[in-house]
Nanobody
């Protein structure tokens, strides 16, 4: 069982910044990807950004140019730097770890952007 722990959410005004962190237990060599998803009530969980083994990165169109995902392999940690935040970025943000053939999720962290 892999444990996934997120931190860094909170309340920020539009135009502000937040940095989310996600740490995973287990062996770094078995982590194939680490990513961030977000979900608002009544909607499906959607991809925000993902970093895949080897360094390939994908972002949702809605966050390109504003959000940056990065990974510290030594710490099994992925970060999401969120700049120029908008009220529509308000959601619960979840970290997903692809470990071997399994997927593990964190508990989620709330991000609220006020107008």
């Amino acid at each position: 069982q892999v444990q996934v722990v997120e931190s860094g959410g909170g309340l920020v005004q539009a135009g502000g910044s937040l940095r989310l962190s996600c740490a995973a237990s287990g062996s770094s060599s078995r982590i194939n990807a680490m990513g961030w998803y977000r979900q608002v009530p009544g909607n499906q969980r959607v991809l925000v950004g993902i970093i895949i083994r080897g360094g390939s990165i994908n972002y949702a169109d809605s966050v390109k140019g504003r959000f940056t995902i990065s990974r510290d392999n030594a710490k099994n940690t992925v970060y999401l730097q969120m700049n120029s935040l908008k009220p529509e970025d308000t959601a619960v943000y979840y970290c997903q770890v692809r470990y071997g053939t399994a997927y593990y999720w964190g508990q989620g962290t709330q991000v609220t952007v006020s107008p």
